[in-house]
């Protein structure tokens, strides 16, 4: 299932929980559901700025596929992160990057968080983005850099056995 298909299902999940109030209880609930947060990372590094409340976000892209490590002080966004990790984890960088976080418009949620909520929520989605991005620029100048070492050696090859 590709990621955008997996947030339209998380969409359809939200819609039928009922009104707000039931879809921030159903955030505090999925707070719980989101694995200890490695202490190594929580520094200033990643803490994503703009945020009303303190959001840590840690990405790695081993074999081009993410691996996702945040928390909050805030249970609210501490729910929103384990559903966001829960949609994205293993999924390719060139994948995260593409897709257009929609579950917070096309849900309650979006409409009943603060001004400076939603700014902050914005925060972490551009955080998960450029960190897609800059993956795939890692990846690209990782896969240029081995192509020109292929050929490089290949020339050196010919040119090793090559008689005079």
């Not at 200033?44 to 596929?65: D, M, N, R």
């Not at 729910?79 to 960088?93: H, K, Q, W, Y």
Request: hydrophobic fraction near 35%; charged fraction near 25%.
């Amino acid at each position: 299932m590709t990621l955008e298909e997996r947030q339209e299902q998380l969409i359809a999940q939200i819609n039928t929980i009922g009104d707000c109030f039931d879809q921030y209880s159903y955030l505090i609930v999925r707070s719980h559901d989101l694995p200890p947060y490695p202490e190594k990372y929580r520094i200033e590094e990643y803490l994503v700025k703009g945020c009303q409340s303190k959001v840590w976000i840690h990405t790695a892209f081993p074999g081009g596929v993410l691996h996702l490590d945040c928390d909050s002080d805030a249970l609210i966004l501490k729910g929103v992160l384990a559903i966001l990790r829960e949609l994205a984890e293993g999924t390719s960088a060139r994948e995260l990057a593409a897709l257009e976080w929609s579950f917070l418009d096309r849900t309650e949620l979006g409409a009943t968080f603060t001004s400076a909520r939603s700014a902050g929520m914005q925060r972490v989605l551009q955080t998960l983005h450029q960190d897609a991005q800059d993956a795939l620029s890692a990846i690209g100048h990782t896969q240029e850099n081995q192509i020109y070492s292929a050929a490089r050696r290949n020339s050196l090859q010919k040119k090793n056995n090559q008689v005079p």
